[in-house]
Every structure is written in C-alpha cells, then in structure tokens.
Nanobody
Framework: QVQLVESGGGLVQPGGSLRLSCAAS????????MSWFRQGPGKERESIAR????????NYADSVKGRFTISRDNAKNTLFLQMDSLKPEDTAVYYC??????????????WGRGTQVIVSS
C-alpha cells in the first residue's frame, strides 16, 4: 500500500524559511521521478518542483525558482523541499507525489494529506 506523508509545514513570517519532508512507502522510491505540488486557497493544485531518479536533475515553476530547492534521500525514501524567502502567495497545502516521468504532471499514487504552509506577518 502506497503512503505519502508530508510534514514540516507551519506558520512563518514573510522572508522566512521552512523545510518540508515527504516520507514515501509502498513503491520503489529510488526509481520514481518525484514532484512537490501545492494548492493555494481557491486555486488548483499545481506542480512547483520536480526531481529525477538517478541524476537528481531538477526543475522549478517560475513562481518558486531561486527560492525553493527540491532534493531526495533515496536511502531514506524521503523527498524534501527547502523553502526560503517565503512570500504570502506561497500560502498553500503542499503535497508530494511520484510523476509518470520528469516532464509529466500525471501522478502515480493517491494523494497524502499534505502539509499546510501559511506565510503571514
């Protein structure tokens, strides 16, 4: 049974930082391209960062480029998202999922509960 468990969210002031984690189980994590998604209030869920399997190549949405860093620890089946210089518009529920391939937005598994990030003074 696949499980994706996101954690690390919280309330942070603008300009602050958070590090999100996604613990994955039930599939071969090291073989999966992974992505972080977010869904802001009244918005659709969008992919904001993705990472390949072996090479660790990454890609970011323009809205987070230069501020967020995606990484993975295949030994621990864990995906990370380091978020710096946070802005109020980053407020959202953040999710992780495996994607069909690096350039796909098609996810492979049921969504986890996500982790809430609120950026506010």
């Amino acid at each position: 049974q696949v499980q994706l468990v996101e954690s690390g969210g919280g309330l942070v002031q603008p300009g602050g930082s958070l590090r999100l984690s996604c613990a994955a189980s039930g599939f071969i994590f090291k073989n999966a391209a992974m992505s972080w998604f977010r869904q802001g209030p009244g918005k659709e869920r969008e992919s904001i960062a993705r990472i390949t399997t072996l090479t660790g190549s990454t890609n970011y949405a323009d809205s987070v480029k230069g501020r967020f860093t995606i990484s993975r620890d295949n030994a621990k089946n864990t995906l990370f998202l380091q978020m710096d210089s946070l802005k109020p518009e980053d407020t959202a529920v953040y999710y992780c999922n495996a994607i069909r391939h690096f350039f796909s937005n098609n996810t492979l598994y049921p969504w986890g509960r996500g982790t809430q990030v609120i950026v506010s003074s």
